[in-house]
């Protein structure tokens, strides 16, 4: 495996890896002992979930925060209850969270260009591992808790989108309240769906 290190003190310690580099992910957070915190895109390699899913059943505290996609919301990962999800959505449909790293233990910080999903081991990838930069790990860690925060208003400030294939807009539902008949003047609503784009579906 080639690798790159480097010790800028006596207490900081940096690794570079450019091949196996899932295996080394998996091996860290195997190392774990107390949490793990996630900040990744995608999640679509099954070794690291079934890694996440037994440190957390082992009552360690593990937090994922990920691209809200198609592909993620299949995965089984997220069905795992011991383990807290933060789907993040930008508010612009061509809009990533793109983060890719990992803080376990808030003193060891897993960063670089690999992606965790299947297709990273096919591309040329590297993967830092730092640690005991508490001030770095400080950083990562307001990072981690700021996209915390902006799921938590967008949880609150929730924007419908308009269901119509392919249009992200921001949909409203209008209900139309039909005029009163019959012995007890009963009447019907009708529900309509309507975006900025002006779909408009019963």
Same mark, same amino acid.
């Given at each position: ?51 996440? %899913?037994?440190?957390? &059943? @082992?009552?360690?505290?593990?937090? $994922? ?7 993620? *919301?299949?995965? #089984? ?70 996209? %915390?925060?902006?799921? &938590? @208003?967008?949880?609150?400030?929730? $924007? ?7 249009? *992200?807009?921001? #949909? ?31």
């Amino acid at each position: 495996m080639r690798s790159w290190d480097y010790s800028g003190n006596t207490k900081e310690f940096v690794t570079a890896h450019f091949e196996n580099i899932r295996e080394k992910i998996k091996e860290e957070i195997l190392k774990a002992k107390e949490s793990i915190r996630v900040c990744v895109a995608w999640v679509s390699l099954r070794d690291i979930h079934e890694a996440l %899913v037994a440190r957390a &059943s @082992e009552g360690l505290v593990v937090e $994922v925060i990920y691209n809200d996609d198609l592909k993620n *919301r299949s995965l #089984s990962l997220i069905s795992c209850e011991n383990i807290k999800f933060y789907p993040i959505k930008l508010r612009y449909y061509y809009g990533l969270m793109h983060n890719k790293f990992c803080v376990i233990d808030e003193s060891v910080v897993i960063t670089g260009s690999f992606n965790w999903s299947k297709r990273a081991g096919s591309h040329f990838e590297n993967c830092v591992v730092i640690r005991d930069n508490f001030e770095l790990t400080r950083r990562f860690l307001q990072e981690f808790y700021d996209i %915390v925060s902006y799921f &938590s @208003e967008a949880r609150a400030a929730q $924007v419908n989108t308009c269901s119509h294939s392919g249009c *992200r807009c921001e #949909s409203f539902k209008i209900g139309i309240l039909g005029a009163e008949s019959g012995l007890y003047g009963e009447s019907t609503v009708g529900i309509w769906e309507i975006c900025g784009s002006s779909h408009l579906r019963v």
